[in-house]
């Protein structure tokens, strides 16, 4: 079946510092890929998104690019600040065959420091 | 404002003693789900629903009870209670096509003792 695997976290970084979270995953077909955000206290919400292979999706100054050819959605930003302290989940939903029920990679928490 | 709501936020109740979480959401969505995030397991999907009257099992469905009655609720009841259901819940909806991204309650804590 299909499946996400995202680094484990923590990861820990001082503020500016460059950030990469990776996530590979593996499915059939080429799937919608998503990035997720989970700020303390609060449900999910949608970060970014690609849908078809070599897409970037960008958001608040993060990035990632749908590389088919590594089965990769890795997250960046040039510059993390204090307020990306959260948990990230990289997503996918399988394109054809009538299930779009999403698989969710396991999240890998990110703590900014001043 | 779009939004999926879950209620309560918080719910403290002992094992065995009948709940319901409610979830409503108002983009006319055709898909919802419920997940629970246990620290170190990620989300874990309970039940999910296609359309009204429609329901199917998730990943981890025993314990659990939903309904599809209408296509803005979709409340998660817990008949008998017990402390391996304490975990913190999420509701979340989308459009339900391929490229349509989950929308996500704040998520209820629950404690079973």
């Known amino acids: 079946g299909d499946s996400v695997t995202q680094m484990e976290g923590p990861v820990t970084l001082s503020e500016e510092a460059f950030l990469t979270i990776n996530c590979t995953y593996t499915?059939?077909?080429?799937?919608?890929l998503f990035w997720y955000v989970q700020y303390p206290g609060e449900g999910l919400q949608l970060l970014l998104k690609?849908?078809?292979?070599?897409d970037k999706g960008s958001n608040k100054g993060f990035e990632a690019t749908y590389r088919k050819e590594t089965t990769s959605f890795h997250l960046e930003k040039g510059s993390v600040q204090v307020s990306d302290s959260a948990v990230y989940f990289c997503a996918l939903t399988p394109i054809g065959g009538g299930s779009y029920i999403p698989t969710f990679g396991r999240g890998t928490s990110l703590i900014v420091h001043p | 404002e779009a939004q999926v709501t879950q209620n309560p936020r918080y719910l403290i109740t002992v094992t065995g003693k009948k709940l319901t979480v409610t979830c409503s959401q108002n983009m006319n969505h055709e898909y919802m789900s419920w997940y629970r995030q246990d620290p170190g397991l990620g989300l874990r999907q309970i039940y999910y629903s296609m359309n009204v009257e429609v329901t199917d099992k998730g990943d981890v469905p025993e314990g659990y009870k939903v309904s599809r009655k209408e296509k803005r609720n979709f409340p998660l009841i817990l008949e008998s209670p017990s402390p391996n259901q304490t975990s913190l819940y999420f509701c979340?909806?989308?459009?339900?096509?391929?490229?349509?991204?989950?929308?996500f309650g704040n998520g209820t804590r629950l404690t079973v003792t």
């Open positions: 690609a849908t078809k292979a070599d």
């Open positions: 499915a059939t077909g080429y799937p919608s």
């Open positions: 979340a909806s989308s459009s339900g096509t391929e490229v349509s991204p989950l929308h």
